[in-house]
């Protein structure tokens, strides 16, 4: 019987690796590569602590991820409101006992990893949301309760995150949230009407931002204004970009890089390297591989049987997208300069822990696509 068990276990943790999407993995793994190599390319060709960091956290979060998507999908359902309080209950410790940094209040230190629990709180308000709306029939999702749960769910995080300050991660957190109603089938007059008071209140909205934050905006209308100042950042971008040309400088030439004109640029403007060293058609590639990995994304949550795991695939796919849209126009000056970082290609580990976890709930997803949720 003990034997018998034994077998049968094995065969179980067999099939659950041969479930695994490999186009996914690879592409994962193939973009984790590139980003290896941008960043051994930002620490002027030499395996410095950038490197390294970026290095141990990628093979630590993906064996995390490879772990996460054995646990059964019902499992993370489980845990969909659990998570979002948990990571609510982190937001409200970083206010008052939180990482102080270059301004910001921002992280925890949890001895091993110093954790941004905004950057968390991009998956897990999905996870959350995917839950909330789950079996719920359309007229239900639609209704007066149903909006208003969904609305507090947004803003809770989102107030927390503008108070550290940090209103590109909260209007992050909220186009994740409003990516899953979108998809749970809210009625589109309410987006309509949203868009359109947003619009109108623009103007009192600007003139509630801190002072930096309003220099951004300034900076992104004309970023001549200061060219040494507010707006170095972005035209040394834009120059970056554009000398890359159409096959790029090559591998560890990009002068702007490492002639120090660029900051950041192993952050939030680490598209802005790999452009100038690849040009074009290398910007294309990544670009190529993104969609890839993306549409798998988006395909494990069309063959999952639980409207949870769809909701969930659906919304984090839509999310990727959007945040690699927002990275590359806020690095080619089409968007104010916000902080948004490219998925598993920027330095950051809150940043690639998030990713990661979400691409573990979506393999789960395709480890038990034929589990329904009750």
Wanted: net charge positive.
């Amino acid at each position: 019987m003990y034997l018998h068990n034994r077998i049968n276990n094995k065969n179980n943790s067999f099939q659950k690796i041969r479930d695994l999407d490999f186009i996914l993995l690879f592409c994962i793994l193939l973009l984790g590569f590139i980003s290896l190599a941008t960043m051994y390319s930002t620490d002027g060709g030499q395996i410095l602590f950038h490197t390294k960091s970026h290095f141990s956290k990628f093979l630590i979060f993906t064996l995390l991820m490879l772990m996460i998507s054995f646990f059964n999908i019902r499992f993370w359902y489980s845990l969909g409101y659990l998570s979002y309080l948990l990571i609510v209950v982190m937001l409200f410790w970083t206010m008052y006992f939180g990482i102080t940094a270059s301004g910001s209040q921002r992280w925890i230190d949890l001895y091993f990893i110093n954790i941004q629990p905004s950057e968390l709180m991009k998956i897990f308000i999905i996870l959350c949301l995917a839950k909330f709306f789950h079996r719920k029939r359309l007229e239900n999702v639609n209704s007066f309760y149903s909006v208003i749960i969904s609305l507090i769910i947004i803003f809770l995080p989102m107030s927390l995150v503008i108070i550290q300050p940090d209103l590109g991660t909260a209007l992050l957190i909220a186009i994740s949230g409003i990516i899953v109603l979108w998809f749970a089938g809210l009625n589109h007059k309410y987006f309509f009407y949203s868009f359109l008071i947003s619009l109108i209140s623009l103007p009192f909205i600007i003139s509630f931002l801190q002072p930096y934050q309003k220099l951004r905006v300034l900076t992104f209308l004309n970023p001549d204004r200061d060219p040494l100042g507010a707006g170095y950042q972005i035209i040394q971008s834009k120059i970056a970009v554009g000398s890359g040309g159409l096959f790029g400088k090559g591998f560890l030439q990009g002068t702007q890089s490492y002639l120090e004109f660029l900051p950041e640029k192993h952050t939030d403007f680490i598209f802005t390297l790999f452009s100038e060293e690849f040009g074009f058609l290398g910007s294309v590639l990544l670009l190529l591989l993104y969609a890839v990995i993306i549409y798998r994304v988006m395909k494990i949550g069309a063959i999952s049987r639980s409207y949870f795991a769809k909701l969930f695939c659906y919304s984090f796919g839509s999310s990727l997208f959007i945040y690699i849209i927002i990275n590359m126009s806020m690095v080619l000056g089409l968007l104010p300069i916000v902080g948004s970082p490219l998925p598993v290609m920027s330095y950051g580990g809150s940043s690639m822990l998030a990713t990661m976890i979400g691409f573990g709930i979506v393999m789960s997803a395709k480890v038990h696509s034929k589990q329904s949720i009750a």
